[in-house]
Nanobody, 120 residues
Framework: QVQLVESGGGLVQAGGSLRLSCAAS????????MGWYRQAPGKQRELVAT???????NYADTVKGRFTISGDNAKKTVYLQMNSLKPEDTGVYYC??????????????WGQGTQVTVSS
């Protein structure tokens, strides 16, 4: 069984910062990609940022220069540092990971989501 557990969401004023964390646990052999997605009310889930096993990163245009994704391989954890937050960054943020499980083989997993609310 593989689980992703997020933490770090909350309420912040525009211009503020938050740091999200996502820890993977379970029967994991390797993690290929980890990333963050978000879903605003009434909108589809969208990609925020990803980091692959070698360390390369990818960002949505809307967050470039403000958000930074990083990972700690030993802890099987990915972080999202969010600076200069805007009200339009409000939404539920979901951790996502492409994982090779010892038991289940390769699969894509999602966390339960953490709410980020940016007030104007």
């Amino acid at each position: 069984q593989v689980q992703l557990v997020e933490s770090g969401g909350g309420l912040v004023q525009a211009g503020g910062s938050l740091r999200l964390s996502c820890a993977a646990s379970g029967s994991i052999f390797s993690i290929n990609i980890m990333g963050w997605y978000r879903q605003a009310p009434g909108k589809q889930r969208e990609l925020v940022a990803t980091i692959i096993r070698g360390g390369s990163t990818n960002y949505a245009d809307t967050v470039k220069g403000r958000f930074t994704i990083s990972g700690d391989n030993a802890k099987k954890t990915v972080y999202l540092q969010m600076n200069s937050l805007k009200p339009e960054d409000t939404g539920v943020y979901y951790c996502n990971a492409d994982i090779l499980s010892i038991v289940a083989g390769r699969g894509v997993y999602w966390g339960q989501g953490t709410q980020v609310t940016v007030s104007s």
